[in-house]
């Protein structure tokens, strides 16, 4: 069999990872560094500019406390909050938020952008690029303003909001899987695959498979991205397989079969002992959440005048940031067992060994994948096994 790489390419792959690894490696500091900054020194001059413009903003749109429309807003959230003063406290949030953003600016925008580019790896313009980001930073806001004003919320207005917020919000988790079809329309146009051969055959293989499924669409990512891409969205009804532009361009028939035969292969993994564990653990971070308040506020930490102050903010993202710290490799060592079933499971079905290698191959060469990245790359989480362990794997004609 031919090397995956010639050593030119292999070059330029690892001048392509390297600065990931990099990043990688020091991002856990750095993050650290940026939060106990936050933490010890910033936290309180941001929350009295942050109660500042509230204030003037009081002044100048008061008004609407009053109007008749707006007047129900104002008194829900109110309510919500418990008091007057959530003004200041999204306002707060959104600005510790910008802070972060604005640092990590340069570095995000010279990794999604100018690397991606350099290697051939993009097709954003500018433009498309600059909404793209925009767009997730808004949505990003809006989750920030609505954990505000629900989570403390809840918080300063209930003692056991842990577990009244934990319980909903696990079971939402539990279904959420059945959304999915809809969260990448946001970003990407999709189209039902035409009829045609391609069609007919992936129909058949999920019949075969036993998997109903309710469409096979055509993402555009081609756009943003030259990677191949494919995957099931939705579950039940709702499910559909997803195969982007660039996989329907650069896959022949039989390889296109074997990289949905992989994906098929997740339907089938037990989903109910990961789901339940998750929602365990989030009602128990809930919890330990909970006794952190509770002590910030009793010994007045960053400047904390009472329970669930929006000054622990910054101390929440510290520790989401060391629960995925600890939580990314185990994260990454179950994801990569099932990824190797997975494959197992496309071989299966479809008996074609030669189809799956050349699937893998082209998707190697395509996305410029390291085929043997460090193993501390691959112990802090990766999702897949490397791609030369994935082809060393595979049975031997
Ligand atoms: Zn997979």
């Not at 050593?7 to 940026?34: G, S, T």
């Not at 959530?86 to 910008?98: H, K, Q, R, Y």
């Not at 669409?217 to 997803?242: C, D, H, M, N, W």
């Not at 390889?255 to 339907?267: N, P, R, S």
Request: no cysteine; hydrophobic share 50%; proline share 7%.
């Amino acid at each position: 069999m031919e090397p995956l790489f010639t050593p030119e390419q292999l070059a330029e792959i690892h001048a392509y990872h390297l600065p990931y690894y990099v990043r990688a490696a020091v991002d856990p500091f750095a993050k650290v560094l940026l939060l106990a900054l936050l933490l010890g020194v910033l936290v309180r001059p941001f929350f009295r500019m942050a109660t500042s413009v509230a204030g003037g903003l009081e002044r100048g749109l008061g008004f609407l406390r009053t109007a008749p429309v707006s007047r129900a807003f104002f008194q829900a959230m109110d309510r919500l909050w418990g008091e007057a003063g959530w003004g200041a406290a999204v306002i707060f949030a959104l600005m510790t938020d910008l802070f972060v953003k604005l640092i990590y600016a340069p570095v995000d925008v010279w990794f999604a952008y100018t690397l991606e580019h350099r290697h051939g790896m993009s097709n954003y313009t500018p433009a498309a690029f600059a909404w793209d980001l925009f767009k997730g930073h808004l949505m990003g806001a809006f989750a920030i303003a609505a954990l505000v004003i629900g989570m403390y919320g809840l918080a300063r207005r209930t003692r056991h909001w842990w577990w009244i917020l934990g319980v909903p919000v696990a079971l939402l988790m539990l279904v959420s899987a059945a959304l999915d079809p809809y969260r990448s329309r946001l970003y990407f146009e999709q189209e039902p695959l035409p009829p045609g051969a391609l069609r007919t055959r992936i129909t058949e293989l999920m019949t075969q498979a036993d998997i109903p499924f309710s469409d096979v669409l055509v993402e555009k990512t081609s756009v943003a991205s030259r990677r191949l891409q494919a995957y099931f969205a939705g579950q039940g009804p709702t499910r559909t397989i997803v195969l982007n532009d660039v996989i329907i361009q650069e896959l022949g028939e039989e390889e296109v079969l074997a990289a949905v035969a992989h994906e098929a292969g997740h339907i089938h993994e037990p989903k109910w002992p990961g789901r339940i564990a998750s929602s365990l653990a989030l009602v128990a971070l809930l919890f330990a959440i909970d006794r952190l308040l509770r002590r910030a506020s009793t010994r007045g930490w960053f400047g904390t005048t009472r329970f669930a102050d929006i000054r622990t903010l910054p101390l929440l993202s510290l520790i989401l940031f060391v629960v995925s710290l600890v939580g990314g490799p185990i994260a990454g060592t179950f994801s990569r067992e099932r990824e190797r079933e997975a494959d197992r499971f496309a071989l299966r079905l479809t008996h074609d060994t030669d189809a799956f290698r050349r699937m893998l191959v082209k998707a190697a060469r395509v996305n410029k994948m390291d085929p043997e990245p460090p193993r501390w790359v691959v112990l802090k989480g990766m999702s897949h096994p490397p791609i030369a362990e994935r082809l060393a794997s595979l049975p031997t004609p």
